[in-house]
């Protein structure tokens, strides 16, 4: 097959390489950065979105933001315009549910199926091959598709129709964020108290507090790594998301409410470029204290 891959930075740039790597399929990339393409080696350069939609079976995206997923999907020079009926478009990007059942009507229109297939893991294991992928979409597509997602990734859980994929991925990362905006508070209360932050963290991570979330807060923040290996505005758009969803069906969320507050707060302060775990600077301003593991 033919695969098209837009969007290929940070994240993408990785999963796309691990296509190359795993698969003998032949893969044209685009993006706006031309050193994200000239990174994805093996991979021919694509000349516009345009042209990756004309030319491949598969096309996948993998970007930052729900609009500009709208843009290059639905634009008049987008995927949809002009992909051929009978291929396939593949949305890694953390949408909506409406979103992705929007770019889904638009698709089927012209004879183009759709898998939304938002991913979890981050960079770190973007890279090795190693992320979640939650797919929503017809059984029919996601089997014929399984192979290529596979090629990425350490699991891929198909978890039903389109707009389930992007549900599963809103409720995951608020579960993340909130379980670290708890954690941030606990460590601050520790570092207030006195207590060796340390052996506070070695305590909680042998004991029923451990989580990715924490394990994060350390390796990240806490060991004064806060540049971004998943920024906090995308985290902020995450669970701005999660809350819309929230609204929708009609479920209390009053955890993930005080934990996009809290992430409003550190965009206000600046930190929306710096790592989500970053989120622990809200505090350490009011306190007027730094947490910081080793020493």
């Known amino acids: ?146 192979p290529l997602l596979a090629s990425f990734s350490g699991a891929v859980v198909h978890v039903g129709a389109i707009g389930m994929g992007s549900t599963a991925k809103l409720i995951n990362n608020m579960l993340a964020f909130a379980n670290m905006a708890t954690a941030s508070e606990g460590i601050m209360m520790g570092l207030a108290a006195g207590i060796d932050l340390d052996k506070l963290a070695e305590v909680v991570k042998g004991s029923s507090g451990a989580s990715s979330a924490f394990a994060g807060l350390c390796a990240r923040a806490l060991s004064g790594h806060r540049q971004a290996a998943f920024a906090l505005d995308l985290a902020h758009k995450d669970l701005r998301l999660a809350q819309q969803l929230a609204d929708e069906v009609g479920v209390p969320s009053p955890m993930g409410a005080a934990t996009l507050n809290l992430l409003r707060m550190a965009r206000g302060m600046g930190l929306g470029p710096s790592d989500v775990s970053a989120m622990i600077g809200v505090y350490e301003t009011a306190l007027g204290k730094v947490a910081k593991l080793g020493g």
């Open 1 to 146: 097959m033919k695969i098209g891959f837009i969007g290929v930075g940070n994240m993408g740039g990785p999963m796309c390489r691990n296509i190359i790597k795993n698969t003998n399929h032949d893969v044209v990339v685009f993006d706006l950065n031309p050193a994200a393409m000239a990174a994805c080696e093996g991979a021919r350069a694509g000349a516009s979105v345009a042209d990756v939609a004309a030319e491949c079976d598969v096309v996948i995206t993998s970007l930052p933001m729900p609009a500009i997923v709208e843009a290059v999907v639905l634009g008049e020079a987008g995927v949809a315009a002009n992909m051929r009926a009978g291929t396939t478009f593949i949305d890694l990007s953390t949408n909506a549910p409406s979103t992705a059942q929007k770019l889904n009507a638009a698709l089927a229109a012209r004879g183009v199926t759709m898998l939304e297939a938002p991913v979890s893991g981050g960079v770190p294991r973007a890279v090795d091959g190693s992320i979640t992928i939650m797919v929503g979409g017809e059984d029919s597509v996601f089997e014929a598709q399984r």
